[in-house]
């Protein structure tokens, strides 16, 4: 089985940047032919997908946010990382992790925007 938990600050001040890691157990990172991501929600609003990373280091973003994000891993300690910069307030949301065969997905973690 799987298993996603997202780590990171909870609370993040306008113009910095948002950094979040997942660690990853039950399965390799760097395994054919999966893909790993970070979905966010915002308050009141549906799911948004911010971009992935493939087992062999391929990234890819969502095009709203491409400018802002990198993802990043580390394959010594099976995690993935998001960097979000110049947050403001519209970045506010639950943050997931997910991936594998199966998509499992972690709890995910609140990411509050404010000065």
């Known amino acids: 089985q799987v298993q996603l938990q997202e780590s990171g600050p909870g609370l993040v001040k306008p113009s910095q940047t948002l950094s979040l890691t997942c660690t990853v157990s039950?399965?390799?990172?760097?395994?054919?032919?999966?893909?790993w991501s970070w979905i966010r929600q915002p308050p009141g609003k549906g799911l948004e997908w911010v971009g992935s990373i493939v087992y062999v280091g391929q990234t890819y973003y969502s095009p709203s946010l491409k400018s802002r994000t990198s993802i990043s891993r580390d394959t010594s300690k099976n995690q993935f990382s998001l960097q979000l910069t110049s947050v403001t307030p519209e970045d506010t949301a639950v943050y997931y992790c997910l991936g594998g065969p199966y998509d499992d997905w972690g709890q995910g973690t609140q990411v509050t925007v404010s000065s």
């Open positions: 039950g399965e390799s990172i760097t395994t054919s032919y999966y893909s």
